[in-house]
């Protein structure tokens, strides 16, 4: 009964996230220099191949696996979100947009699950 009272609110919040997110993603016009440059050139990579998160995609080189910065295989990240971010760089080009959307889309969900977790909790 109490989550059909704060069905409104929960609207409100949930189109106040949407917008918080699209606002975060539309400050900068450039990819940051360390993670997220990184983190898109892993997800163009994985456009071709799905299963294997390259940060090269043909080597020049060998490199040692404790360099994980240098790595052929880059596992710095979960690949759930390399997925949707290939996802979305497949949908919509290759962008800095296309890059933060399955960030600005989770975090608005987000929203949803926080409130359903305070819900449970009062």
């Given at each position: 009964?109490t ?29 940051n ?15 071709g ?5 390259s940060?090269?995609?043909s ?7 404790d ?19 290939a ?9 800095e ?5 399955p ?20």
């Amino acid at each position: 009964m109490t989550l059909l009272k704060s069905k409104y609110p929960l609207i409100i919040l949930f189109i106040l996230g949407i917008i918080l997110s699209f606002y975060a993603i539309s400050l900068d016009d450039f990819l940051n220099l360390w993670d997220e440059r990184f983190h898109a050139l892993v997800a163009k990579n994985m456009i071709g191949s799905p299963l294997m998160p390259s940060l090269y995609e043909s080597p020049f080189i060998e490199i040692a696996s404790d360099r994980w910065d240098h790595a052929h295989v880059w596992l710095h990240k979960q690949p759930l979100f390399l997925w949707q971010m290939a996802l979305s760089l497949k949908i919509f080009g290759y962008n800095e947009f296309a890059v933060r959307l399955p960030s600005a889309i989770m975090h608005s969900l987000l929203v949803l699950l926080a409130f359903g977790i305070g819900s449970m909790l009062s």
